[in-house]
């Protein structure tokens, strides 16, 4: 035993002599604080190395002490007084480095973390029964211990926890929580006299750069007043008033706080009126571009998103990252909520994507009626037609025209006549390239298509784009319909004189995908409905 124990004493003698010099300690590359230097330099607080006068210290009779730093079993004594140890475990404070500290495990159920030349970093009381994420205090970084032991040394740890964010949040006695970074960089504190979990305040810049990026994309005029972290999330207070709250990865969930008083009695909680600033940017650019004569004249947010009143009466609704859903409706006089019915609204108040258009493809047209339904915007044009638009202002197709009633029963499969100086420039341009003598008496739309008849009787068909699609004629028999020669395209006239001069045509007959024709001296010649040559028979 003498003979270990001199073996003990060489080896802390050599240890103090190689800290003799507080510039010469081998901490690597890590970088230490003064406090932290300080603790480290003060190898000589209990020079006596009698390892004896301890031994009463264990609860059992062993040797276990031997294998303890003077001055660690030196400060159990002296601020512990008959306590006894039962149990301790070693730490290492500077990574890569000899430096050592101690949980020493009380009795009493306290822990004591001291370092090895005896300064008694911090105290706290440890339950029997730990949570899987609870920490002891010998678990803390050398740099919080630091921390602790030069600002809070007359605290008592109740209980540790590393939070997602890698940062540790100690409860001591009495109520008070502060939050530390592993550099032993105070965060953050609150307290806690229920032992509830509240959050513990931190500064912004603590925050995930997830939630500062949709602060500074939705609210970007607004400054961050508060932040809290708690078990399960972060709440964070903007200038504006509004609290939002994300989750610990930085993910948004919903704003906070909002009332859940049922002022109407209808089983349902109402929206917080808040100021139209408050809004996120989103919003406000989709009304700035869909209504720019409007102004906002009331908003409110619920847990699911936003609910937006133009000066105009209608009602638009966001998601809570601003992005548009609906328009939900008129508000009339009454407070009640027309959207489940068709809303004649004024022409001015449509989305200027809707106006652009109207514009661009009808542009001497004016628009007579304009109504608003839980799908879209219904639009009748003073040429008769009726566009049909979503809620986004994307154009969906012509639907009608003046007497469309969808309630109706009636199965008649008429088109609607359409005022033929609406016509797409394309169609107008094809009948005059095409039929240079003829002229449109009559153009109706049906099936998404238009139906063009002509003044010799020939019916041509188009996509709404102005694209021809066929001659959509015939008596029903499946024979084409015989129409005058001279009613036949000029490119065909032109061929039939090049290639046949001074041969009459007998007869011509028009099909849905051709024309056919029969000359004097017997030749049937076909041509597609561009006048290009298919078949010359003899």
């Not at 020939?458 to 319909?481: A, C, R, W, Y």
Request: glycine content about 8%; overall charge negative.
């Amino acid at each position: 035993m003498n003979n270990l124990k001199y073996l003990l004493l060489i080896s802390a003698l050599l240890i103090v002599c190689s800290c003799s010099n507080d510039n010469d300690l081998d901490v690597g590359e890590t970088e230490l604080t003064e406090v932290e230097n300080k603790i480290l330099s003060q190898y000589d607080l209990y020079p006596e190395v009698d390892w004896d006068k301890f031994s009463h210290l264990f609860i059992s009779d062993n040797s276990d002490y031997l294998s303890i730093p003077i001055g660690v079993l030196s400060a159990v004594e002296d601020h512990f007084g008959s306590l006894k140890i039962s149990e301790v475990k070693t730490f290492n404070s500077v990574p890569g480095n000899m430096y050592k500290h101690y949980s020493v495990f009380l009795t009493n159920g306290t822990e004591a973390v001291i370092f090895q030349w005896g300064q008694l970093l911090t105290v706290a009381t440890i339950e029997k029964e730990m949570s899987m994420d609870e920490l002891i205090a010998g678990e803390l970084s050398f740099s919080t211990l630091a921390r602790l032991y030069s600002s809070f040394n007359d605290k008592i740890i109740e209980e540790i926890r590393l939070t997602d964010s890698d940062m540790f949040k100690i409860d001591f006695k009495g109520g008070e929580r502060i939050l530390f970074d592993k550099k032993g960089k105070e965060n953050g504190r609150t307290t806690d006299d229920n032992g509830d979990d509240d959050g513990v305040e931190i500064n912004a810049s603590s925050l995930p750069q997830s939630i500062l990026d949709y602060i500074s994309s939705n609210y970007p005029g607004e400054t961050i007043t508060t932040a809290e972290l708690y078990a399960d999330k972060y709440e964070v207070g903007l200038s504006n008033g509004l609290q939002l709250e994300f989750d610990l990865s930085g993910n948004f969930i919903e704003i906070s706080g909002q009332s859940n008083i049922d002022d109407n009695n209808d089983g349902e909680g109402d929206g917080e009126d808040i100021d139209p600033g408050m809004l996120p940017q989103p919003i406000l650019n989709y009304i700035i571009n869909n209504y720019p004569v409007e102004t906002i004249t009331g908003a409110e947010v619920y847990p699911d998103g936003y609910e937006v009143t133009l000066s105009n009466g209608l009602k638009l609704e966001f998601n809570l990252q601003g992005v548009f859903i609906e328009v939900s409706g008129h508000s009339d006089d009454d407070g009640n909520d027309n959207s489940d019915d068709d809303e004649v609204i004024n022409p001015d108040d449509l989305p200027q994507i809707i106006l652009d258009y109207i514009f661009s493809n009808y542009p001497s047209e004016t628009i007579l009626r304009a109504e608003l339904d839980a799908n879209g915007y219904d639009i009748i044009l003073s040429n008769g037609l009726k566009l049909e638009f979503d809620l986004n202002g994307v154009f969906i197709e012509i639907s009608g025209g003046f007497g469309d009633n969808d309630n109706d029963d009636d199965d008649s499969e008429d088109g609607e006549d359409v005022d033929i100086a609406s016509l797409p420039q394309s169609i107008i341009d094809y009948v005059s390239i095409n039929f240079p003598d003829e002229f449109i008496v009559e153009a109706e739309i049906e099936d998404n298509r238009y139906e063009i008849t002509l003044s010799n009787g020939v019916k041509l068909e188009f996509d709404l784009d102005g694209n021809f699609i066929e001659i959509s004629g015939g008596d029903g028999d499946g024979d084409g319909t015989h129409i005058d020669p001279m009613d036949l395209p000029q490119v065909i006239l032109d061929w039939i004189s090049v290639n046949y001069p001074g041969v009459a045509i007998l007869r011509a007959e028009l099909y849905p995908d051709k024309y056919e024709v029969r000359l004097l001296n017997g030749v049937k010649i076909e041509f597609d409905l561009q006048g290009n040559v298919i078949r010359i028979d003899d």
